[in-house]
Nanobody, 124 residues
């Protein structure tokens, strides 16, 4: 059984930074792409970033490009999301997810395991 546990969320002023972490267990971590998604109250879950199984390829939503950075450490079964220049509109619950594939894509349906989420609140 795959388990994904996010940490690192919190309240941060506009322009500040946070680093989210996701610890994975249960199947060969290095075989699968990993993604970050977010969901604001009353809205659908949106794609944020994805990283391929070996960390070579990354892809970002336009709304976070240039501000957020996804990375992974396959030796530690960890994936990270560095968030800089945070804006109030970044406020959401952030979810870590494991893809069914090694390359990953932005579609929610392509991910079969999800963490419980961590709240990020950007204050103005």
């Amino acid at each position: 059984q795959v388990q994904l546990v996010e940490s690192g969320g919190g309240l941060v002023q506009a322009g500040g930074s946070l680093r989210l972490s996701c610890a994975a267990s249960g199947r060969t971590f290095s075989s699968y792409a990993m993604g970050w998604f977010r969901q604001a109250p009353g809205k659908e879950r949106d794609f944020v970033a994805v990283i391929s199984r070996n960390g070579v390829s990354t892809y970002y939503a336009d709304s976070v490009k240039g501000r957020f950075s996804i990375s992974r450490d396959n030796a530690k079964n960890m994936v990270y999301l560095q968030m800089n220049s945070l804006k109030p509109e970044d406020t959401a619950v952030y979810y870590c997810a494991q893809s069914r594939s090694s390359w990953g894509d932005p579609e929610v349906k392509s991910y079969d395991y999800w963490g419980q989420g961590t709240q990020v609140t950007g204050s103005s």
